[in-house]
C-alpha cells in the first residue's frame, strides 16, 4: 500500500466517502455540520496518521532487517560491504566482494579508454602486488553512470599466494546487491518513492560461446545496464551486469600470455547512478560501453592465432 501524501483517495479514505461512514462514528450532518465536519477531520487524521505509522514501521522494520542482514554478512564474511565505496576504490572493493580476498592490491583508474583497454589485471604489478584496472563511464554532464573493473579471479590467486586466499567468484550482480542494501538503509523512505522493486538480472555472460578467447570485445559494447520493467507498470526497475571469468588453468588457454588469464571481468551500475534512479532524480534506461575498434581488437583479450591455438 503506498503512501498518498495529498490524502487517502487511492484507500477510499476521502472527504467525499465519509457520507457512507456509520452514523454513530461521524455524528449526523445535517444536525451539526460544522461539529460534524470537524470530527470528519479529526477522524482522517486519526486515520492518516495511524496508516502513515504502521507503513513506517513496516519499512522500518524491513529497512532494519536488511541493514541487519547486510551487517551480519559483513562481520561473518570478512569480504562483505560495510559501506558504499567511492568512486576512486570502486574496484578495490569489487575484488574483495567478488573474488572474496583480502590480498592487498594496487588499483589503477583510468580516464582515457584507450589505456583501459591496453590495461590487464596482472598478478605482479610494478609494486610486487596483484595489480587490477577500473574505468568509469560518464554522461555529457561527468555524472558516473557506471564502472567497469578488470579483477584477478579466485584459481590464479589461490595458484599463486596459496589456497584459501581468495574465492569462490561470486556474479558481478553481488556488488550491485550489496550496494542496494546499504543504499536502501541510507535513503530511507526515499527509496522506494519511485520503485516497487529492484531486479538484478540474473544472466550477465557477455556471451560468445563459439569464441571464448574474443569475449572481451563483446564485454565492451554499449549495453543497457538500467531499465524500467513493463510488469507492474513500470514499477520495476531493473539491473543488468555484463562480466565473464578466464581461469588461468583453463586447458584451452594455457598457452596463451598469463597477462590474458586468471581473470574476471565486470561491469556494475555505479552508486551514485543507482542512487539517482531510486530518487528520482534520473530515469532509465541507461547504457554504457563502447564498440571496438580494430585497434581495440588486436588489444583486447587473445590475439586470434594464440587464441586458434590455445582452444584447438
Known amino acids: 500500500m503506498g503512501i498518498d501524501p495529498g490524502g487517502f483517495q487511492q484507500e477510499g479514505f476521502s472527504q467525499q466517502s465519509t457520507s457512507n461512514w456509520p452514523r ?9 455540520p460544522q461539529k460534524s465536519q ?19 514501521r513496516t519499512l522500518a522494520t524491513i529497512l532494519a532487517t536488511l541493514s541487519a542482514t547486510v551487517g551480519v554478512n559483513a ?4 569480504s562483505g560491504l560495510t559501506q558504499i565505496p567511492t568512486a576512486q576504490n570502486y574496484c578495490l ?12 592490491m594496487d588499483l589503477v583508474v583510468h580516464e ?34 557506471g564502472i567497469s573493473c578488470k579483477l584477478k579471479n579466485t584459481d590464479h590467486l589461490n595458484l599463486t599466494f596459496g589456497p584459501g586466499t581468495a574465492g569462490p567468484d561470486l556474479p558481478c550482480q553481488e556488488m550491485n546487491r550489496q550496494v542496494l542494501g546499504l543504499l536502501s538503509a541510507q535513503l530511507g523512505l526515499s527509496a522506494f518513492s519511485r520503485y516497487r522493486a529492484v531486479i538484478f538480472d540474473p544472466d550477465e555472460s557477455p556471451g560468445n560461446p563459439e569464441n571464448p578467447g574474443m569475449t572481451g570485445p563483446e564485454w565492451l559494447k554499449p549495453y543497457v545496464l538500467a531499465y524500467a520493467g513493463a510488469a507492474n507498470n513500470n514499477q520495476e526497475l531493473h539491473i543488468a551486469s555484463k ?28 552508486p551514485e547512478q543507482l542512487e539517482r534512479l531510486l530518487t528520482e532524480s534520473s530515469e532509465p534506461p541507461i547504457s554504457i560501453g563502447r564498440n571496438p575498434t580494430a585497434d581495440d581488437l588486436s588489444l583486447i583479450h587473445i590475439s586470434e592465432p594464440t587464441r586458434q591455438e590455445a582452444i584447438s
Not at 470537524?38 to 513506517?56: C, F
Not at 562481520?75 to 570478512?78: E, M, R, V, Y
Not at 572493493?93 to 592487498?104: F, G, H, M, N, S
Not at 571469468?245 to 571481468?265: L, M, N, Q, T
Request: hydrophobic share 40%.
Open 93 to 104: 572493493e569489487a575484488q574483495r566482494v567478488i573474488v572474496r580476498t583480502q590480498l592487498d
Open 112 to 145: 582515457d579508454f584507450n589505456s583501459f583497454v591496453k590495461s590487464k589485471a596482472i598478478i605482479n604489478g610494478p609494486d610486487g602486488r596483484p595489480q587490477i584496472q577500473q574505468f568509469n563511464w560518464l554522461d555529457t554532464e561527468g555524472q558516473i553512470l
Open 243 to 270: 562480466g565473464f571469468i578466464v581461469e588461468f588453468s583453463d586447458p584451452r588457454f594455457i598457452k596463451a600470455p598469463e597477462r590474458f588469464r586468471g581473470v574476471h571481468y565486470c561491469h556494475f551500475i555505479a
Open 38 to 56: 470537524e470530527r470528519i477531520l479529526k477522524i482522517q487524521n486519526i486515520i492518516r496518521e495511524s496508516v502513515m505509522s504502521l507503513q513506517h
Open 75 to 78: 562481520s561473518a564474511d570478512s
Open 24 to 32: 454513530g462514528l461521524v455524528g449526523n450532518p445535517h444536525n451539526h
